[in-house]
């Protein structure tokens, strides 16, 4: 169970970051063309206002279609149609016009020519792979031919639909460990001690209730684990205990921790070694919205400085082992859960920030590349060629598969090893 929540936690991330792209995109009248719960073909879908809204049939997130990314060009139409025009080779005349009026710029021409095409398929015998895949071409011409195209807008409109993904992803970061902040973090059991057991070593050599454990044979104790730890690596052998008694600090002992048997699951018996002290119980800490909200702030900007430094250690050539994938990402989000509410949405928050950071990488076909890409068209005045765009793609898709694999392997590495 806490496998399938993990994996809709992170299904949902997918989707919200989709969905900022998808809102952005109206807001500035670039109207996306479908936008779907979980990725097509659709389980259910209608078209509303022009756009076609869906729920898919494979359950990762959500997508979204904006229209026309890439400037049309003469050779656009060429792959997809050529099973129709082999099945019709008639269809070829009413093509030669619209490669025509692409070579030479005349856009609203071609998208008129466009539309014969369209009535020419309509009427073509064809089987239905290659009626697809032709509807699927003239689709996408006609999106890039029409006004509200993606490569037409403003490079600012542009950088904000794209940015909006990644935004998206930020402010959700920042509100779950507001959240988290506010309902509450829990402290786990302080060095203060509650109990002394009565015959035990601890009595024996004066520790007190109220005492607050600072050092065990000499090595400082932060939490009650690492009190544990240094009791249990004397294996019996005499250890002083330093504690903090109102304003005084006071080293006791040294005495020998008793040594018990206690039972396992699997029938077989461990050795303990024990003090007899029993800690406070952990605390709950809680903030205010206002402070909460300031602490997410504050750590959100830590852990974006900490993966910044993790990704500049593994251009260097180390960090490899700091890298997880989606396996080791579900993992990592249920073994919170199995902790507690505030945990996982805290491990959620994070997963939300690096999504966020990973697609501002300025490598196609991530969010990053594209927002290079425009400022760079921005630059020159005109758009850059689609093939161009493929070409830095292939890179960018090398690259992230690269990032995948490495992290695959060392999740496997992790999981084998536990």
């Given at each position: 169970?806490?496998?399938?929540v993990?994996?809709v936690?992170?299904a ?5 970051h ?5 809102l ?18 659709p ?7 022009g756009?076609?809204?869906?729920i ?9 279609k904006?229209p ?7 050779g ?11 099945e019709a080779?008639?269809?070829?005349r ?19 020519a ?9 009427r073509?015998?064809l ?24 490569w ?15 935004a ?8 779950l ?17 509650d ?16 005492d ?21 690596a ?16 006071v080293?006791?002992?040294?005495g020998r ?15 303990v070694?024990i003090?007899?002290i ?18 997410a ?13 993790a ?22 989000s249920s073994e ?12 959620l928050?994070?997963i ?5 950071l ?5 490598l196609?076909?991530?969010d ?11 630059l020159?005045?005109?758009p ?10 292939a890179?960018g ?22």
């Open positions: 169970m806490n496998i399938f993990a994996i936690g992170l949902f991330l997918i989707l919200i989709e969905l900022g792209h998808f952005v995109a109206l807001a500035v009248r670039m109207r996306p063309r479908r936008f779907y719960v979980f990725f097509p073909p389980l259910v879908k209608r078209v509303r206002n756009i076609e809204y869906g898919g049939t494979i359950p990762l997130g959500g997508y979204v904006i026309g990314m890439h400037k049309p060009a003469a656009d139409l060429e792959s997809q149609l050529r099973a129709a025009v082999e080779p008639w269809l070829e009413h093509l030669e016009p619209v490669r025509s009026h692409l070579a030479e710029g005349r856009l609203a021409d071609a998208r008129t466009l539309a014969e095409v369209r009535e020419a398929v309509e073509a015998e089987s239905e792979p290659a009626r697809k895949s032709a509807e699927r071409a003239l689709t996408d011409v006609d999106d890039g031919l029409s006004p509200d195209a993606y037409r807008a403003p490079a600012w409109k542009r950088i904000a639909v794209i940015f909006a993904g990644p998206t992803n930020l402010l959700f970061a920042v509100a460990l507001a959240a988290v902040f506010v309902i509450g973090i829990p402290v786990g059991a302080t060095t203060t001690v109990k002394v057991s009565e015959g035990s070593t601890a009595a024996a050599i004066g520790v007190r209730s109220g607050v454990v600072v050092a065990v044979d000499g090595r400082r104790t932060r939490t009650f684990d690492a009190v544990r730890r240094q009791i249990e004397s294996r019996g052998r005499p250890i002083t205990v330093a504690v903090r008694r109102g304003d005084e600090r080293v006791l002992g040294p921790a008793r040594v018990e048997e206690r039972p396992l699951p699997n029938g077989e018996t461990e050795r070694y003090l007899g029993r800690p406070e119980p952990e605390r709950i800490e809680r903030s205010g919205p206002v402070e909460a909200t300031s602490l702030v504050e750590q959100t900007w830590l852990v974006t400085k900490a993966i910044g430094a990704v500049g250690r593994l251009v260097t050539g180390s960090g490899r082992e700091e890298v997880s994938s989606p396996v080791g990402i579900v993992q990592a919170a859960l199995e902790i507690g509410i505030s945990y996982y949405l805290g491990i928050a994070l939300s920030l690096s999504l966020a990973l697609n501002l990488l300025p196609l076909p991530l990053g590349g594209h927002i290079a890409f425009s400022i760079l068209e921005r020159r005045g005109r850059i060629p689609r093939e161009a765009y493929e070409r830095v793609s890179v898709i090398a690259l992230v598969l690269f990032l995948f694999f490495i992290g695959l392997t060392n999740d496997i590495s992790r999981l084998s090893s536990g």
